[in-house]
């Protein structure tokens, strides 16, 4: 058995064996970078867990989410219930969803069956089920992750094509796409992937952007793709987030068409990382869990892009909001735009939260900042 972070822990382990990671410097490398003006918590408040939909759910973690017609969706990845589910006789639901609004986001919205199981939110192939049922510990898990609202009638979610092997290594080989709408429970499910790379991903391919986080700003989204701690970035027209022609990326200087020229912008972040424009401190702010502890980090840059600095104000579960974990350590933590306050002295942020084998929970926290 295992608890709900080695999930996380074993998406770093793979990283850390792909080529991508090759020009990612140590987290102390020296920069010198304006920190611009300076970046103050005053409290950190626990709002409480997003609960679950049955008493059948044991666990889960994530989550991202994305507001369409006043209607916000959380998307959640492994979803641990007690009993066998009939979508692949596993114990997990891969992606699961749950509809709320913005002024009450703890009031889900999650229908379930009658023995209390939700709905796969991302639809397997014949292919993949077929492989679950076989060997579930060396089948297919469809991890959610951002949820964009492009201005078209549905939003545009983005999930990760996971392989796993012997029930603990887990690979991700895709970024794909899939549309719902609002209230719906089963997204409909785009044929091709966004991004893509080999199996294994060592053998080489480019890293999966919009697995490290997504920041819509204005019209525009930057998809980060994080490995081994480092972030690169690609942003596309936010009307044209599903076309893989659409990107640039990011190469230290410019924005650039070629991928492989892109380069690390962002060091020191746990498994991916939230970046929003701040209006109260009139800058760009990241959002991430430190790796292995439960600490949150913090930190400021004049553009999306960067330059980032390595450290920032750190959290710490001694602050009130961020608590300490059960079993192992609290992780993913994120930005939530849609719950802070429009002049960004409040945000909310969501973290996985472990509380043993095959359980945990996803939880809330508003910071204030000075």
Known sequence: MRSLCLVFIAVLSACASSPEARDAAPEDTAVAIDAGPALHVASVVDLGALPHPSSTVVGRDGAS???LGGQLLWTFGDTFVSMTTPVDDSNVVSAT???STPSAPLTLEQPVD???IPAQLIPYTDEELAQNRLSAINGWALWPGAVIDTGAPELLVLFQLIKRTDGSGFDGVGLGTARIAPHETIARRD??????????????GTPLYGTGGVAVIGETAY???CELGGCRVGRTPRARADERGAFEFYDGSAWVSDIDQAAVVLRNVGALTSVSYNAHLGRYLSITSRAFSNDVLLRTAEHVEGPWPTTGVVI???DGGILAAGEGSNYLAQEHVALGSADGTEI??????PLGS????????RITLD
């Open 97 to 99: 969803g749950a509809w």
């Open 191 to 204: 044929p091709s992937d966004l991004f893509s790379r080999p199996m294994p991903p060592a053998t080489g």
């Open 223 to 225: 998809f980060f793709a």
């Open 65 to 67: 989410s994305g507001v």
């Open 316 to 318: 710490t579960p001694s």
């Open 358 to 365: 095959f359980r945990g929970e996803v939880r809330l926290a």
């Open 114 to 116: 009658a023995r209390g």
């Open 348 to 353: 909310v942020i969501s973290y996985a939260r």
